[in-house]
């Protein structure tokens, strides 16, 4: 954080300081009590929580901006305390201020999948020049974007936020927090339907990336062969928006796509020049992820040619279809950290593809986000549709709601002894352990909220050699 005076933060937020006196350094700005320290100023947004005497009597130059300074007064004078109207508007009255202090590229990235990896991918490229803040693996929402905020300094060259979607209106709160001026849209499919309801519903949530778009200042980064995508209306802003795809007419297209060892290989046509771009981790929707990265750090003053070579050393990210070693020489795609129907589908598509003559097996879970309904249950009848046009050979289905995979997959035809239904790791280690070889490539897609459980970590470590 840039270390600011609290003369200068009251300036800007409003107050009366009730309690205390000077004008302390602030090196921390925090909304949550237990995380006060040294140097810090507490905006005491969760009023409720019992104030700790003992951690506030442990640390110098403390602030706290309350609407209640009746909780503080009794800490004395070393905690100083500043009486505001509104806290929530003192909030955000910060929060703007500390916004404004920074002219740097901030790049926001959203979509339904491949958020985390076009993020890394941005920040990798990107900090060959800059330091780069960038949100944390796929944590982000809420008060969670205060820290992401805050870590920008006098030093940080550029940020990258991605940028989830639970429910209508969360990217409206990411654009208030960080304003980014580039905004990347990846791709959009049915997905949140326990906060958005319906497709049509979270399909307008991801289109909240045009509020109060300005066409002097912002660039919209689309993926123009996402038919979603192309449903949202652009036209009042469409000499800014900057498209990428595979094909004709994109800003950033990609051509010539095959798979190379460890990585996809294709042809980038920019401008009329031509590059040709290697990007480690397996799929098209990984050529995807790099246009949308080489097109974001492009327009953040970055050559395409030095974003190219950047590429080429990127290291995939963890549990993102990570292919490991297996026991008995089998292979392991670890894809856990996220599922939804187009990660899922995306996944089997890889596996149909790099498979060869192995026997493909298909362990598939539950989809969290997408609850209960009849939406959800016609997505993994999709899914069940997508297991037989992968030619998989042995399907296993974790959880209730998973159940429908199967049934669409035995309704298409497949073999009903190689279908199985499971309830825990133990009861797939079971399943698995005999199948598993050096001719057999094996999906892991089950949620990370399941991988987490002893059973099924003990399943992980078992059949992935260390």
């Known amino acids: 954080m840039k270390w600011l005076t609290l003369n200068e933060i009251v300036a800007q937020t409003g107050g009366v300081c009730v309690q205390g006196k000077g004008n302390p350094i602030i090196k921390n700005v925090v909304t949550k009590r237990y995380k006060i320290g040294h140097h810090t100023l507490l905006i005491d947004l969760y009023t409720k929580r019992k104030v700790d005497s003992k951690l506030f009597k442990k640390y110098n130059e403390v602030v706290v901006m309350t609407e209640k300074p009746h909780h503080f007064t009794h800490l004395g004078e070393k905690v100083m305390v500043v009486q505001v109207d509104n806290i929530d508007e003192t909030y955000w009255n910060f929060i703007d201020y500390y916004r404004n202090l920074f002219d740097i590229p901030i790049i926001g990235i959203t979509g339904t999948c491949g958020k985390t990896t076009t993020k890394e991918m941005i920040t990798y490229i990107l900090k060959k020049r800059y330091k780069v803040q960038s949100t944390y693996k796929s944590f982000n929402g ?121 990585g996809m290989k294709f042809t980038l046509h920019h401008q009329h020049q031509s590059y040709s771009v290697y990007v480690p981790g397996y799929g098209k929707h990984n050529v995807y992820n790099a246009l949308a990265s080489i097109a974001a750090t492009c327009s953040a003053g970055v050559e395409i040619k030095e974003a190219c070579e950047r ?148 399943l992980k470590s078992t059949i992935i050699e260390s």
């Open 142 to 262: 809420g008060h969670r974007n205060h820290r992401y905020l805050l870590g920008i300094d006098e030093d940080t060259g550029a940020a990258v936020i991605e940028m989830g979607v639970d429910r209508p209106g969360d990217i409206l709160f990411y654009l208030q927090y960080f304003r980014p001026q580039i905004r990347v849209l990846l791709n959009i499919d049915v997905y949140h339907l326990v906060g958005c309801e319906t497709p049509e519903r979270y399909l307008k949530a991801k289109a909240e990336l045009l509020h109060d778009f300005d066409p002097n200042y912002n660039t919209l980064i689309l993926n123009a062969d996402d038919e979603n995508i192309r449903q949202i209306d652009v036209s009042h802003i469409q000499n800014n928006i900057v498209y990428f795809g595979m094909r004709d007419g994109c800003h950033f297209q990609a051509t010539d796509v095959s798979y190379e060892k460890k």
């Open 311 to 458: 590429l080429a050393s990127f290291q995939p990210v963890m549990e993102h279809l990570e292919f490991r070693e297996g026991i008995n020489g089998s292979t392991i795609i670890d894809d856990t950290w996220n599922v939804t129907p187009l990660s899922m589908e995306t996944a089997l598509q890889v596996v149909k593809e790099v498979a060869d003559t192995k026997k493909k097996i298909a362990l598939l879970g539950y989809m969290p986000q997408l609850g209960e309904g009849e939406y959800a249950k016609n997505e993994y009848e999709r899914i069940g549709r997508k297991v037989m046009e992968s030619n998989v050979d042995y399907l296993i289905v974790v959880g209730e709601e998973a159940k429908e995979i199967a049934k669409e997959a035995l309704k298409c035809g497949m073999n009903p002894t190689n279908v199985y239904f499971a309830e825990d790791g133990t009861d797939i280690l079971d399943i698995l352990e005999p199948l598993l070889n050096n001719e057999t490539i094996v999906l892991l897609k089950i949620p990370h909220r399941v991988m987490v459980q002893d059973s099924f970590k003990q």
